[in-house]
């Protein structure tokens, strides 16, 4: 036994021996020459190429790592067979991912590339202001020499903008609303959000399929439409204008546009915003693919139509719109005395001027119940492109709400109470909002919720004769008085001889009792 741990001995002996003598032999800088002039052998005979990215950069976090690994996350779903789970903050869905040293397969135009998962044990840190994490991760990729320009020319870029998608898709819909009085959060931001979980799409949305499919197409078209707008030289964004009477669903068409396009929801209130300047900064904090709402514009500051002088204020007349009362609201202060000062020139660069450029993908969404208090320059196209009348609810939209609310298709209601409800409909002027509580009232008994609607219809439709045949006869007593009186302008203008005389014969007749008197 005493023999085996001398000999034991004795050999780790040579092994250290040999150990220094390689190291005064080869001192590290040969032998990282020497490894890398093998690398360097290595790689011209290879046919591959091999690209590093790393989960931090320097100290900060590198986009293009969590790029891929989101992107990669749909590739494992369906090849992997060992997957670790993530659900970021602020999102509703959960993520599949590659784990530690795990590879796999991804083709692009035709080319396989190779992606593996590194993961190793950092070396012990001495000092740092920011403590990196014990594990060192990135991404290797593996790549043809011959694909190299493809793959950095075009597929990075498409893993950088399909891992945005997927990262939007995930997350929860925020709404914004502007801070009130101007001020800013905890972070700094004038904007203050909360998850946005309307459930309105354009299938429960009540109005008529044309239109909607109209609206779809256009919304379609502007979110695949950014080489068109670059190579048109327009900025990325557009306007839509809804207006109509209240209840009629323009909340709900701002808030399916919203879950179609998967764009968030800024909500500003003009009201709360002091100064042009203050609209240009909200502007600046908006992020892009987004839409931004102003709700009742023709109630938030006076931006009413130039062209409509004030019958009761002669004064207006003539007046330049330069002047600071015709640009501010009735009422507002335009001093520095805390007063909303927006003007309707503030108002149009916000939203079609220098300032609107700088973001992209962007809508802007107008809403009004009386589009005739509106000035002409915002209702032109490049800030109200497209304007949608919400108007009363038709017969294709009833059956929308029907379908909605009581699960009935049209197979499952009577042939005669249809047809009394298409006649109906359009005379009763009843807007979604109201038909939608008289089904929600009664959505336990499907047959009773038809038959009370159909006679609140007919009663509308009837209120709604009445007041028509009352407002005409109106009309025409006004006409008729109205004549009467031109008529007898017209009798004085051609007669003035006659008014001479009788007031001469009166004149007379006064002379003549004074003499009397005297």
Known sequence: MKEYWGSLASILGVLAFCQSL???????????ATLKLFNRVFNMFTSYCYFDIT????????????????????????????LSLTRALNSSAITFGLTNNDTIFDTFNGVTVLWEHIVTQRQAQTFSWRPLPDEKRGFTLRI?????????????????????????????????????????????????????????????LAMDPVKKAEIIEDLKDFANGQSF???????????????????TGKSSMIAAMANYLGYDIYDLELTEVHHNSELRKLL?????KSIIVIEDIDCSIDLSNRKKGSPNNSSSIGRSYCDPEMRSGPGVSTGDEGGNSITLSGLLNFTDGLWSCCGSERIFVFTTNHIDKLDPALLRSGRMDMHVFMSYC???????????????????????????????????????????????KNRRNKDRAVIELLEALKNKAEMKL????????????????????????????ESPKEGCDYEDSIKKEEEDEEKKIK
């Open 22 to 32: 390689l190291h005064v032999l080869f001192p590290p800088e040969l032998r990282f």
């Open 229 to 247: 707008y670059q190579k048109t030289g327009r900025a990325w964004k557009r306007g839509y204008l809804l207006y109509g009477p209240p209840g």
């Open 466 to 493: 009445k007041s028509g045949e009352c407002v005409r006869e109106k009309n025409l007593n006004d006409v008729g008085e109205e004549e009467e009186e031109e008529e007898q302008e017209k009798r004085a203008l």
């Open 284 to 288: 600046m904090k908006t992020s892009s």
């Open 394 to 440: 038709s017969f294709p939209a009833l059956r929308i709400l029907l379908k909605n609310y009581l699960g009935n298709a049209e197979s499952d209601l009577d042939e005669g109470v249809l047809k009394e409800l298409e006649e109906v409909i359009d005379k009763a002027e009843m807007t979604p909002a109201d038909i939608s509580e008289l089904l929600i």
């Open 144 to 204: 043809k020499k011959k694909d190299k320009s493809l793959i950095l020319d075009s597929y990075l870029d498409y893993i950088m903008e399909k891992a945005n998608d997927m990262r939007r898709k995930n997350e929860d819909r925020l709404l914004y609303t502007n801070s009130r009085g101007g001020s800013l959060d905890s972070r700094g931001h004038p904007w203050e959000s909360v998850p946005f979980k309307h459930p309105s799409t354009f299938e429960t």
């Open 55 to 82: 989960e931090i950069d320097g100290v900060n976090t590198n986009e293009l790592y969590n790029a891929v690994q989101l992107y990669l996350s749909s590739c494992v779903t369906i090849s992997g067979s060992r």
